[in-house]
């Protein structure tokens, strides 16, 4: 008898566990025939919170809501990536290629720092090789569509190096905020509302639940910039800054940005004519990519059903 009654509590346990599981684990978000459930968000949020420490001063709504764009983007690319190929994996040496170049900032350099990071953070190696996978081949897609319509003006930039040459060169540490409108007329309650969440998230809170860009992940760095690799009206606008402050929302072919400046440094070294070239040529490259990118991501997201 008291074996039965041990057995009966056993297995209501079980079943209360299961109901209970099931209640929490529902149907978030739905993009075309894919789900996104509400444990893949809580660990989007352990994920995203293991590369950005600042996330901790959000209220939990706010990371939640960051989380769900997060991989409502990443399964929206999936999808698109997936009318291109069959299946999406790559080889163990470019994902710890990938690896390093990505976790290089936390002091990770080898797969196996990688491993012990993650099983630190309770992230699943399968999943978190996913999400890079993907990002591997978006921008791969993204070269093979618009690499041939990067426009790189070599003569211009040598000019810049040579007239750098003859003063002191600036670099700027920035921050960005990326954003996109339907209306022009809806820019001045955008930017207000960008500026609230500022004056009281923060710069890097509020790219993180405004930006569109890859660097929202980072709360928007994006690091050191040589002033030789930005156009004259970004420069303009940074010239004008005092450190810690922000620029009014700047037109670009990806959207307005909005760019805080952290700092300036001023370098009199020798300057490498042709290193100086292809790095600029790197930067100008992938500034234009990027843009592209968010283009035809917004054109695939318009397309795209999203129920939440």
Do not use: C, H
């Not at 606008?237 to 300036?264: A, Q, R, S, W």
């Not at 600029?280 to 059903?305: G, P, R």
């Amino acid at each position: 008898m008291i074996k039965k009654i041990i057995l009966i509590l056993i297995l209501s346990m079980i079943f209360i566990i299961r109901l209970s599981y099931s209640i929490e684990n529902i149907v978030a978000v739905k993009i075309n025939n894919e789900i996104i459930t509400s444990l893949d968000i809580e660990e989007e949020v352990n994920y995203l919170s293991s590369l950005n420490s600042s996330l901790k001063d959000l209220e939990r709504s706010e990371l939640l809501l960051i989380s769900k764009n997060s991989l409502i983007k990443e399964k929206i690319r999936e999808i698109e990536l997936l009318k291109y190929k069959q299946n999406l994996e790559i080889t163990d040496d470019i994902f710890e290629k990938v690896i390093i170049m990505n976790y290089s900032k936390l002091g990770i350099n080898t797969k196996e720092k990688f491993l012990e990071f993650i099983k630190s953070k309770n992230i699943e190696y399968g999943k978190i090789k996913k999400k890079l996978t993907i990002e591997i081949f978006w921008n791969e897609l993204i070269l093979s569509k618009f690499g041939s319509k990067v426009k790189i003006d070599e003569k211009k930039l040598k000019k810049q190096i040579e007239n750098s040459k003859k003063r002191k060169n600036k670099s700027f540490l920035i921050q960005e905020i990326v954003f996109n409108i339907q209306d022009k007329s809806q820019l001045e309650f955008k930017f207000k509302e960008i500026e609230e969440s500022i004056k009281n998230r923060g710069f890097k809170n509020t790219a993180l639940i405004y930006s569109v860009s890859e660097t929202s992940k980072s709360g928007g760095e994006i690091g050191w910039i040589n002033e030789n690799s930005l156009n004259d009206l970004i420069k303009k606008n940074l010239l004008d800054l005092k450190m810690g402050e922000y620029t009014k929302p700047i037109l670009t072919p990806g959207g307005f940005v909005v760019l805080k400046l952290d700092d300036v440094r001023e370098s009199e070294l020798e300057i490498d004519l042709n290193n100086e070239l292809e790095k600029l040529i790197k930067q100008n490259t992938n500034q234009q990519l990027n843009q592209f990118s968010n283009l035809y991501f917004n054109k695939i997201k318009n397309n795209t059903i999203i129920n939440e």
